[in-house]
């Protein structure tokens, strides 16, 4: 069981200058390992999401390859890589992903729903919410909650499918304290429960519930 | 409960007002289409019927007639009129070149007072020389049904109670049947022979309700119908009757059947005008609303793409919203127009001035079909672009691009 990153390399277009391109992320190589929480922090722009997006299967890289048990992901069309992802990645993305036509509950059992026609998984999905203390708001629509708790209703759709890897792409912006520190734990507790996670944070506080602290400058591990 | 099934249907409840107007795009669409299809054939049955029921090419009318009878409308109009002539004209006609059949009739007017039922034309044929009603009768009852002493048939309009009692001028007239709509004035006539109709105007002189002094009803007939001999010209035929006997009037029946036909045809144009004109906006809109509405949600789908769904699932909530809506707008659109065609035919054929048999419900079904699958094909349309639009998302930049 693996998720490996080897030399994954990624230029984006520079605006503007044409046929010139800009290096976001340098040929780097990176595990993920069960039980553990590998932090990476850096400043802005540093090359953080473009490394978990490329580990999350939604972003190719311009060179390298992502391993997941061996296969590469960007060889596997997307019917496969779609189930693959679906099954074994529970990516938390950066910003609001919340479809507004559900309620929080539904948009949390959303993963649940797509590939199998068993009743969704309503008791999990309540823990979870539960766990990151949005139970009140199950019923609601994302329209009516704050940026705060759309994040917490990210991170606990994200651990509905109690997949090998979670990878979190700044979890707790946002979140007061208190919030922080329930999302920290419940990443800490998926974890000992035996998943991989990959947390991309600014947050210091995130720092003691880390294995392995990265830091990130300019595309390149520091 | 979630599943991927409703989801589409559930995305929907967000975007309220893009999904009413695609509805009423859908809506207008089926119900043009729909409504179309049914009033041109509304209006081609109606031709076709009154075109068989007529029957004659020359019908002849006393002169003195003009107040009570219009040829120009009196396959539209509803008022009932009579008015007669000698019986001796007949013969007159019988005698003229190029005359093969003559056949009389005669007309009365029941009275809206407590000696009748209710305000209706009586139209009576001689079973002897009879070649209009007598075919329709035949093939309405399959040659079954025979006209006995005070027995009647009603057209369409008419109102029978269960007791199949039609009172006229004091008389019960058994009801024996009903023939079924031509969309004319036909339909609001009570026919039968000469025999009860000489004691319904018999009754109506005792009743005092006839417009008429007494007469002797062996001597009089209202209209004569008259088919020409093969190679004969109606309109030449019709001119020597009136120049050879005197007092009548003559009306070619193709000349009141031509006029109907030429402004069917003209208002059928107008349907077809209308129905690509509504087909081409009301397409056009749902591209062009789903399209927005798809574009707006980007960060939905990217969403979606996140959490493992495949371009098939897109696909697939993407097809699914569009037919829904386009699905449940083609049945309103459909059903609401059923109710104003049929509920308003009488309108119809007022406002056309032609006449329109409302459709049965055998034959809803085709144009029904019809006006679904036009709005199933917009949906299409619309599919078409936005099933692309989802598939080529860049997740990561979206994802990126909401913060
Ligand atoms: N889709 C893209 N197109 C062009 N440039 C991009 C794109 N995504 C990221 N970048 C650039 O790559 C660099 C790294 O971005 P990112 O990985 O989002 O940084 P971080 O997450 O560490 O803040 C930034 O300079 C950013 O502008
Ligand atoms: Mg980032």
Redesign the pocket.
Known sequence: MSLNAKSVQ?D????GKNSNV?T??HPIDFNLQPGKIIEIT????????????MLSGI?KPTSGQVLLDGTDLYTLDDNELSRLRNKNIGLIP?GHTALLGLSILENVMLPAILYSSSPAPRDRAMELLTQVRLEEMANEKPNELSGGELRRMAVARALLMSSQYILA??PTAGLDEENILSVMNLLRKTADNGSAVLL?THEQEAARFADEILT?DG?RFI | MLTLKNLPVKNLNSYPGRTIAMLIFAGLMSAAVFGGMLIIRGLRQGLESVQSRLGADILVTPEDADNDFDAQTFLIQAEPGYFYMDASKLDQIRAVEGVETASPQMFLASATSSCCSAKLQIIAFDPDTDFTIQPWIRETFHGAQKLGKMDVIVGANVTVYDDHILRLYNNDCRVIGQFAPTGYSLDNAVYTDFETIKVLITSSFDTKLNKYQPFNTEDVISSVLVRVKNGYDAGDVANKIKNSVSGLNTTATKSMVSKIADSLSSISTSVHVFTIVILFVGALMTILIFLMMINERTREFASLRAMGASRNILSYIVIGEAVFINLLGGLIGIIASAVVIIGFSGVIREKLGIGFTPPSPRHIIIPAFFGIVVALLAAVAACLAAVKRVNRL?V??VL?EGE
């Not at chain 1, 984006?12 to 605006?15: E, K, N, S, V």
């Not at chain 1, 850096?42 to 997006?53: D, F, P, Q, V, Y």
């Open positions: 990624k984006f277009p520079r605006a800009f976001a992320v850096g400043r802005s722009g540093s090359g953080k999401s473009t490394l978990l997006n972003l950066q792409d700044e991309v990130m595309g | 860049d990561s930049l990126k």
